[in-house]
């Protein structure tokens, strides 16, 4: 389509809008989409073109932006100009985030209000808080079964109390980052209810059939989420008398995206959100928006356009806010949920490097490198203006998702390798003091993730019950190096609340019915602040792992270096237990951090001399950023101790 025709059509919509939008100022409005609506509309129309209605839903479309646009806070619209201004702000070193469950963490979201001030004192300034949104009392999957989009549900808070969160955190320049679930609803969502009464136009909003014809076509090539808990990916509904699709879980209806209906009525509560204060909205399993017959109906084609299309959406009606894409996916995969082809983002910012996240455990497993180096090899090269969320721990279970090859590569068999890791991590393997449980095992397959709280996978549980000093201190080391890593990484680091403070498992989630049956909630904690307090008392377990995290932060905030503009230079130390990177300053190319850790638990060495580097490095002035001290060195030989990390300066530089 050339542009002329496009902007024909606009003119022609814009005609068409209800008086009362016309009627009112839309300046910035009009200018971004005039920017932007060639992009909208040849991707609406490449997804839903051969429509009779297409011109409708077109309409339809802009009247949402742009009465979104109007309900937008002066405020918020003033911090989209000046993001716009400043296109890579959060790129910037100075961003930490922490990812939390508002009632676990603090009761309820008034009481997360009053505990900003702990977040500050340890440096967080960005916070993700966990599905908030209204959900069935058994049935809601950790809140990601959302029957009321608009909602926030009773147990946790209000609408109101959101937005008096979302000022708070902008006088204290935090961001506030929320969760909208794009691929389904909750069975008791009110558009399911509808569809169950026998409302055609509700039943055409998810993939309902009268028969397993379909259903048994797709079964062919679906994989199965949780097949434990809830096998296969379709559900017969009494009431209806028809099969849905629900890829997740039976409660969770699975949106169907062929109707451009749905994309509008997500659209809206997208920027919905935008306009309660988010900025920055996590966009959950977006790998599956699309589904075709004959596929896995993951990572497809038109899911990235439909991604794209609802970035464009939102960078007319609140360009401030960043996307982050809920991909758990192989690692030639997800960088795809960046925007192909392009140098800016044009689907999401934000990223999840799941693949870091789960070399980083294979490296803890095995004491060596091998795997991570050549997972880090293979992880392509992102896009310019985005970046990764690189995290230890989250919500969810950990998966080994590394690819094959590179576990061929590392001298590992992958079915075995993997066997071993979930045996490690699961206590099974007996030199191991880890205390997880295995999640959704597929007998099947062989498969299975893996569950339990940071502390307590890396050992602290086992230490503390044994008394045993010199464990405790090698599981604060290990919580610490893997925080040093995603600190340095390049991207934006995302702790998880409880890692701070050395929280272990959670087994109260047994005395829940509604619970018991997924052993995640483990590690989906109720924080003792009570616990929190021993942070400030010299020499506990809270207080070492508190004031090495806050310490760290703030020296991640202070070191240029670590803003990530794809600055990073994997580098080989010729030792297997080593994990060595250059992170480089691209406006001050002598503003260089040589980072080096070590996962083995004895001392390892290296010759500087005969690093691999591109630029010039100084070692004979060598300064540790995060200790302050400078490491001993002979005839070029740095030794780092059992799982430390340093992060290096040449003192000429600073």
């Given amino acids: 389509m050339y542009e002329q025709v496009s902007h024909s059509l606009l003119n022609q919509i814009l005609d068409e809008l209800k008086p009362d939008i016309r009627k009112r100022d839309l300046r910035h409005f009009y200018t971004r989409l005039g920017a932007n609506f060639y992009a909208i509309y040849s991707l609406f129309h490449h997804l839903y073109g051969a429509r009779e209605d297409f011109d409708a839903q077109m309409l339809r479309l802009v009247e949402v932006m742009a009465s979104q646009y109007l309900k937008r806070d002066s405020k918020l619209k003033t911090l989209d100009v000046k993001r716009e201004q400043d296109h890579d702000w959060f790129l910037d070193k100075e961003w930490v985030g922490m990812a939390l469950y508002s009632d676990g963490f603090a009761g309820d979201l008034n009481g997360l209000r009053q505990k900003l001030g702990y977040l500050q004192e340890l440096g967080v300034n960005l916070v993700h808080v966990m599905p908030i949104l209204k959900c069935p009392q058994g049935a809601s999957d950790g809140g990601y079964a959302v029957s009321d989009f608009r909602n926030v549900d009773e147990r946790v808070g209000t609408l109101d109390d959101i937005a008096s969160l979302a000022q708070h955190m902008r006088r204290r320049q935090m961001l506030l980052t929320l969760d909208v679930v794009v691929n389904h609803t909750s069975d008791e969502h009110e558009w399911a209810q509808r ?23 797709f079964e062919e090539t679906l994989p199965e989420v949780f097949p434990e808990t809830s096998p296969g990916n379709f559900t017969f509904d009494e009431t209806m008398n028809k099969w849905v699709m629900t890829v997740f879980n039976s409660y969770q209806w699975d949106l169907n995206y062929t109707n451009p209906a749905v994309f509008i009525e997500m659209i809206d509560i997208i920027l919905f959100w935008a306009n309660q204060g988010a900025d920055i909205l996590r966009l959950d399993a977006v790998a599956f928006l699309w589904k075709k017959v004959g ?33 758990i996916v192989a690692p030639l995969e997800v960088t ?125 549980e086992t230490a503390l019950e044994a008394g045993d000093e010199v464990a405790i201190q090698q599981s604060i080391d290990i919580i610490l190096l893997l925080h040093a890593m995603i600190m340095s990484f390049g991207g934006i680091p995302l702790l998880y609340y409880g890692d701070e403070i050395g929280t272990l498992n959670d087994r109260d989630f047994l005395t829940d019915e509604s619970k018991a049956h997924d052993n995640r909630w483990m590690h989906r904690p109720r924080i003792d602040w009570d616990d929190a307090e021993l942070r400030k008392q010299h020499g506990s377990v809270q207080q070492r792992i508190f004031e090495g995290l806050r310490k760290m932060i703030a020296v991640r905030k202070s070191t240029p270096a670590f803003a990530d503009y794809n600055d990073r230079e994997l580098l080989d130390t010729k030792n297997p237990h080593l994990f060595a990177f250059m992170r480089t300053n691209p406006f001050l190319q002598r503003d260089h951090v040589l980072v080096i850790a070590n996962f083995d638990s004895t001392p390892q060495s290296l010759n500087l001399g005969e690093l691999p580097l591109r630029g010039s490095f100084e070692f004979g002035g060598l300064q540790d950023l995060y200790s302050g001290g400078s490491p001993n060195l002979f005839n070029g030989q740095l030794v780092v101790p059992p799982h430390q990390f340093y992060w290096l300066t040449d003192q000429g530089q600073r």
Avoid at 306 to 315: A, G, S
């Fill in 295 to 327: 596929t896995t109906s993951q990572n497809e084609r038109e899911a990235h356009l439909i991604l794209q299309l609802m970035k464009d959406c939102c960078q007319v009606t609140a360009p401030g806010v960043l996307f982050i894409a809920e991909a």
């Fill in 336 to 460: 795809k949920y960046f925007g192909e082809d392009a140098v800016i983002a044009k689907e999401c910012e934000i990223a999840y490097n799941a693949t870091f996240m789960a070399l980083l455990w294979d490296a803890v497993a095995t004491r060596n490198t091998k795997l991570l180096n050549e997972g880090i090899h293979s992880l392509p090269v992102k896009l310019e203006r985005a970046t990764w969320l690189n995290y230890v721990r989250c919500h969810d279970d950990i998966g080994l998702g590394f690819d094959n090859l590179d576990i061929i590569k590392a001298g590992y068999q992958p079915d075995k390798h993997r066997r071993f890791l979930v045996d490690y991590f699961t206590g099974v393997f007996d030199a191991s003091p880890a205390r997880g449980k295995p999640f959704a095992s597929n007998e099947k397959t062989g498969d299975a993730r893996i569950s339990g709280s940071l502390a307590s996978l890396v050992g602290l």
């Fill in 195 to 217: 569809a169950r009464q026998g409302e055609q136009k509700y039943q055409d909003y998810y993939y309902v059939f009268d028969d397993r014809v379909v259903p048994d076509m």
